[in-house]
């Protein structure tokens, strides 16, 4: 039997955002949540699982190793194909992403028969406002890049999306083999090659709240070097 939704969160020491994700997702929307935790070591399993223990619609997949953003974003979406779910939507733990943009994911995915809905912070202005000069400016330059690089549009690096898993196949999301950040670049730029429908719709995304960012100097360098080697020596 299939089931509906789940919202699949990576979680690596994000002790603090984890009942603010169960309260504004689970409790008020009543949508299930998928913590793939990264060995996180501030307390962050302990409430996730006390959170199942009082909720069945709190879900969890707990590593014993650092594997990475993008592995923990391929395992969450092999989880829900597997235990049948038709949508998941994809988010980050540090309340950058609004929960409240869930519903309106949701309906532009049947609203434009899509396989794919993605966030983008490069259709209004604005989008980045509250966000530090240097980090605004890496991302537009990454934005750019990207563009370039892989010929496409897309802000293929946001992780705030939403997958018709009804109409992906299994093995086109296996073909994104990274297992960092760059793993979202690479996977949607599979599926934009494939022809699945992707529709953008526009975010704000707020700086994080608390907790630390994971990204590092050494990701944005290899994010450069994965795209060399992404436009030449890609599968397709």
């Not at 650092?66 to 597997?82: D, F, M, P, T, V």
Request: contains cysteine; charged residues 30%; aromatic residues 12%.
């Amino acid at each position: 039997m299939s089931k509906k939704i789940i919202i699949i969160i990576p979680t690596l020491n994000e002790n603090d955002n984890v009942i603010y994700l169960y309260n504004t997702i689970v409790k008020k929307q009543k949508i299930p949540i998928l913590f793939v935790d990264d060995n996180s070591i501030d307390g962050t399993r302990d409430k996730i699982f006390e959170l199942s223990k009082k909720n069945k619609m709190v879900k969890f997949i707990f590593r014993e190793k650092r594997y990475g953003i993008g592995s923990a974003h391929r395992e969450g979406i092999n989880w829900a194909l597997k235990k049948n779910y038709n949508t998941c939507i994809t988010m980050d733990a540090d309340r950058t992403h609004n929960p409240l943009e869930i519903k309106n994911l949701l309906k532009k995915l049947k609203k434009n028969k899509a396989d794919i809905i993605i966030t983008s912070r490069f259709i209004n202005k604005g989008s980045l406002e509250d966000w530090p000069v240097l980090r605004k400016f890496i991302t537009k330059i990454r934005f750019y890049l990207v563009k370039l690089i892989l010929n496409t549009d897309l802000d293929s690096s946001g992780g705030f999306r939403c997958y018709n898993l009804k109409t992906i196949r299994k093995q086109d999301f296996q073909l994104a083999e990274n297992n960092g950040y760059f793993f979202l670049i690479e996977s949607l730029f599979y599926l934009e090659k494939l022809k699945y429908k992707i529709v953008e719709v526009p975010t704000k995304l707020k700086f994080r709240v608390s907790g630390q960012s994971k990204m590092r100097f050494i990701d944005i360098l290899s994010s450069l070097t994965n795209l060399f080697k992404l436009s030449i020596f890609n599968k397709l």
